[in-house]
C-alpha cells in the first residue's frame, strides 16, 4: 500500500533533488547498517519523506558521507543521514513485519511465512524499543482488517481510510509528548494516510473488480462518476493533509516537502489519467 509519496522529479530543482537523493541513499545506507540486506530491500519512498520531514522539525547532526554501493559502483554519490533515519529505518522494519503478518493470518501465504522468520529477529528488537508505535500500528491495522471484513460491498471508504490514517499517525509519532506542534503533526499524517490508502484502492480497483477481490471503492465504481466521486474523495484528504503541513514550522527542505505534498502524491494518478482507463458503464 506504501509507494504513493514521492517526489514529482519534472517539477523539482536540481539541487533538491540531488538533495532527496542523498537522503534516500542514507536511508538505504542506515538500513543495510542495522538490519543487513533484508533491511535494504524494504526501503521505500514514503520513509524518505518521512525523514525529511522530521528533520525539518527537528535540529540535529548530520551525517555525510560520498561513497560507492552496489547500486552506485561505477562512482561516488552522497549519503547524507540523521537520527530520525535511523527511527525511520526502524519504523520500516516494524511495517514490514507487521504486512507479512497481516498476509498469513488472511491467506496462510507459504511466501508471508518465510519472511516473517526472515525479519523476526530485527522485528522484535524494534518492537522493544518502540512499544507505543508498535501497538497503535498493529490496533490500527487489526481495526483496518476488520472494518474490511465487514464492508464486503466496499461502502465504507471513509471508516477504512481512517483506520489507516491511524497507523500514519502511529509513524510519525517520533517525540509525541515532546513535540510542541504534536497537534498539527498528527492532523498531517491522519489526512495522509487516509489520502494513500484511498489512492491505493483507487489505483486497484479494475483488477479487485475482475478478480471479485475486496476493493473499498467498489460501490462508487457501479456508477458513471466513479471518477469524480473518487478524485473528490481523495482531493479533500489531501487538502486536509496541505493544511496542517502549513502550520508546521518546516524550513529546512520546505520546497522539497511541498514538491512532495502538492504534487508528487498524485503521480500515480496523473500516470493512471495519461494512460486511461475502460469507460465506465455504470455496472461491475
Not at 497537534?183 to 484511498?198: R, V
Not at 456508477?223 to 493544511?243: G, N, V
Request: charged letters at 35%; hydrophobic letters at 35%.
Amino acid at each position: 500500500m506504501f509507494g504513493y509519496v514521492q517526489l514529482r522529479k519534472a517539477e523539482c530543482k536540481i539541487k533538491d533533488y540531488d538533495k532527496y537523493k542523498s537522503y534516500y541513499c542514507g536511508l538505504c545506507r542506515v538500513l543495510n547498517e542495522r538490519f543487513g540486506t533484508t533491511g535494504r530491500i524494504t526501503l521505500t519512498y514514503d520513509m524518505t519523506f518521512l525523514v525529511l520531514l522530521l528533520d525539518s522539525l527537528y535540529e540535529g547532526d548530520h551525517r555525510i558521507e560520498k561513497r560507492r554501493c552496489i547500486m552506485h559502483p561505477g562512482r561516488k554519490h552522497r549519503e547524507i543521514s540523521c537520527a530520525v533515519t535511523e527511527y525511520a529505518a526502524d519504523m520500516n522494519i516494524l511495517l514490514t513485519y507487521a504486512h507479512f503478518a497481516d498476509d498469513m493470518k488472511d491467506e496462510g501465504d507459504k511466501k508471508a511465512g518465510a519472511m516473517l522468520r526472515l525479519y523476526r529477529k530485527d522485528f522484535l528488537k524494534v518492537k522493544k524499543k518502540y512499544p507505543y508505535q508498535y501497538k497503535k500500528i498493529i490496533r490500527a491495522l487489526k481495526e483496518l482488517d476488520e472494518t474490511e471484513k465487514k464492508d464486503s460491498d466496499g461502502r465504507e471508504i471513509k471508516k477504512s481510510a481512517a483506520s489507516f490514517g491511524k497507523l500514519m499517525m502511529a509513524l510519525f509519532s517520533y517525540r509525541r509528548k515532546a513535540e510542541p506542534f504534536l497537534h498539527e503533526l498528527m492532523g498531517m499524517a491522519y489526512h495522509l494516510g487516509c489520502f494513500i490508502y484511498i489512492m491505493d484502492a483507487y489505483d486497484d480497483i479494475e483488477e479487485d473488480v475482475k478478480k471479485s477481490s475486496y476493493n473499498p471503492l467498489k460501490s462508487l465504481y457501479n456508477s458513471k462518476d466513479f471518477e469524480e466521486k473518487a478524485y473528490e474523495l481523495m482531493y479533500d484528504e489531501a487538502a486536509k493533509c496541505a493544511w496542517y503541513y502549513e502550520k508546521l514550522p518546516c524550513t529546512e527542505h520546505r520546497d522539497i516537502l511541498g514538491n512532495i505534498i502538492y504534487a508528487g502524491i498524485w503521480n500515480r494518478y496523473d500516470r493512471i489519467q495519461k494512460e486511461g482507463r475502460k469507460k465506465h458503464e455504470g455496472c461491475i
